[in-house]
């Protein structure tokens, strides 16, 4: 419960400056509109760089509670900076940064202070988001029942938690800054991530803790150097003469055993022992770039056999980066008026959020039971790969949804009109389904990741496993803004104005969202083939993935418990 408040507070506290940082640079540092994309858009991509290398020090050196403290007294001192250089030097006049009042020309010293406190957010925020995840899942000893059910439950609330952190931040903070009071939303996100750290640290003494596993990349190394080195022994089929350490304890600090499967055949050269090596290692002495245990082998296999489910993810993560920017577009295109009131088409992402929270309900409370009982062969509900291909089939649904809303807005359309802003009468309304389908989409595809990650990848590599998912964001993103510079140059030869234009409804933004949809549909097949490929980690003592037991089954784990 602890992590799932904290969560929700730092991410309140990072959609506060994230969410309108592309205004702030137009209207406050007078830069425009494609400075300002491109800088955010650097901005975002160091954020899921850093998850990485927080990951990096999570696994290997701190521990996952020391990281999470660290890198969240670097996003609140991030956040005070930026708080500060804005209210006492970047808001000149007073009053400037609204619609209509421009703000002055600022020094190099200020710019430089603003940029320095913006990427300490980034390098806390990154830093902490693998890691926050994972230590939460510590928290819960899977091998008692009941706190293992509570573990599967709890990144279904943990992902709620950031959704209902951003709402506030897409709806309350969004409106007072796009009124000028910038140095207020600023102050409020830095509040939020002050009583988040607070918060985190009020729970230590409670906390299970567990040891850093070591680097891993030495282990790695180890494993290709000595399998190389072995590339002509002829190895047993049996899988047999395989080194492993005696004990219940691995030779990764902190780490389970991992039982030998039979893929990357090659691999296990690493862990062959001969009786050179043998008689070397009954003397206490062995050279880890010439021998490695069975653990340290399985490891790297456990990691290769990651890599096509989350390649599979990134063209997910492509549809649902449209949701920030050409849904927006689209609803600006749209009629945003009801009565005198007009809605902000950026707000719209609310029905997202909603979804969100009504589909985790949905999963948890009726198709995770019912599921439960249909199936024979185990009590629980859909896998974790099951739910991410449903995410999959959604996500298409909300790309076939969004072009055929285009298609109808375009009817509509006034075609001569030179601003977009209101030009179809269409309302804006029309795009809840294709922002509650992409919601609906996220309960099963991110969730689902959140736990396949967090079970499948090896204990000392936990946080680097939580990391993929925000690499996958950070893919999806820069694969969005090369397929739509593709599709523009493409379609704008022989001067023809091009899917995307300026205009909208000189465009075609629906054949776009249904090129997406068809690429969807390829990735979900490829991505079917990829989980009945998958082998699932085994551990000593746990029980496999696969139901028969057998560990040679290449077969799909859904039906099974990971």
């Known amino acids: 419960m602890n992590q799932t408040v904290n969560q929700g507070l730092v991410t309140l506290a990072f959609f506060g400056v994230g969410v309108n940082l592309v205004l702030f640079l137009t209207r406050v540092l007078q830069q425009n509109n494609a400075s300002a994309a491109n800088n955010v858009s650097k901005w975002t991509g160091t954020v899921y760089i850093f998850s990485l290398f927080g990951a990096f020090l999570s696994d290997s050196y701190w521990g996952r509670f020391k990281t999470c403290a660290v890198f969240q007294a670097i996003f609140v001192v991030g956040l005070v900076s930026l708080s500060l250089s804005t209210n006492l030097f970047l808001l000149k006049p007073k009053g400037c940064g609204d619609q209509e009042t421009k703000c002055g020309k600022h020094s190099n ?5 603003f940029y320095l406190a913006i990427y300490l957010v980034a390098l806390g925020y990154g830093g902490y988001q693998p890691s926050i995840c994972t230590f939460g899942a510590d928290q819960f000893d899977e091998v008692d029942l009941k706190e293992g059910r509570s573990k599967v439950a709890f990144f279904s609330y943990f992902y709620l938690a950031l959704n209902l952190g951003s709402l506030f931040s897409n709806t309350i903070l969004v409106y007072f800054e796009d009124e000028g009071m910038w140095a207020l939303g600023f102050w409020v996100s830095a509040a939020s991530a002050f009583a988040a750290l607070v918060l985190f640290l009020v729970g230590t003494l409670r906390y299970r803790h567990f040891k850093p596993s070591g680097n891993p990349l030495s282990r790695f190394c ?11 022994v002829e190895m047993p089929p049996s899988g047999d003469d395989l080194y492993e350490e005696d004990g219940k304890e691995s030779s990764i600090n902190g780490s389970r055993k991992i039982l030998h499967t039979h893929g990357f055949k090659f691999l296990d050269r690493a862990a062959y022992i001969s009786s050179r090596e ?3 290692q009954q003397q206490g002495h062995r050279n880890p770039w010439r ?10 296999k456990c990691i290769l056999r990651l890599l096509p489910i989350w390649l599979c993810t990134i063209i997910y993560s492509v549809v649902f980066t449209q949701m920030a920017s050409l849904f927006v577009e689209q609803g600006s295109a749209m009629k945003t008026t009801v009565s005198n009131f007009r809605i902000p088409p950026a707000s719209m992402s609310s029905f997202d959020i909603l979804s969100v929270a009504l589909f985790i309900f949905i999963n948890r409370r009726i198709l995770d039971p019912l599921v439960g009982r249909l199936r024979k062969t185990s009590p629980r509900g859909l896998s974790e790969l099951q739910r991410m291909g449903v995410g999959l089939v959604i996500a298409v649904m909300a790309m076939v949804s969004a072009g055929i809303v285009e ?5 509509y359309a006034r075609k001569d009109c030179t601003h977009c802003e209101g030009s179809s009468s269409l309302s804006i309304f029309w795009q809840v389904p294709q922002y509650a389908f992409i919601g609906a989409s996220e309960v099963f595809m991110y969730v689902g990741q959140l736990e396949f990650f967090n079970a499948q990848a090896p204990d000392g590599l936990k946080s680097f496993g939580s990391a993929l998912c925000m690499t996958s964001i950070s893919l999806g993103n820069y694969v969005s803004s090369l397929l739509v510079s593709m599709v523009m140059k493409i379609s704008t030869e022989d001067h023809m104005p091009g899917w995307i234009p300026g205009n909208l409804n000189k465009g075609h933004l629906d054949r776009f969202y249904f090129l997406l949809a068809a690429l969807t549909s390829i990735d979900l097949v490829v991505y079917i083939a990829c989980a009945k490929w998958y082998k699932c980690i085994k551990l000593e003592g746990k029980c496999g993935e696969n139901d028969n037991g057998d560990e040679d089954d290449e077969s799909e784990p859904e039906n099974s418990k990971p």
Do not use: F, G
């Open 291 to 300: 021998l490695c245990s069975v653990t340290q082998v399985e490891e790297v």
């Open 109 to 113: 010293l200020n710019m430089a202070l």
């Open 278 to 280: 043998m008689e070397v």
């Open 222 to 232: 180890q494993v290709i150097a000595a399998a190389t080195k072995k590339w002509r």
């Open 407 to 411: 298609c109808y807005r375009l009817e």
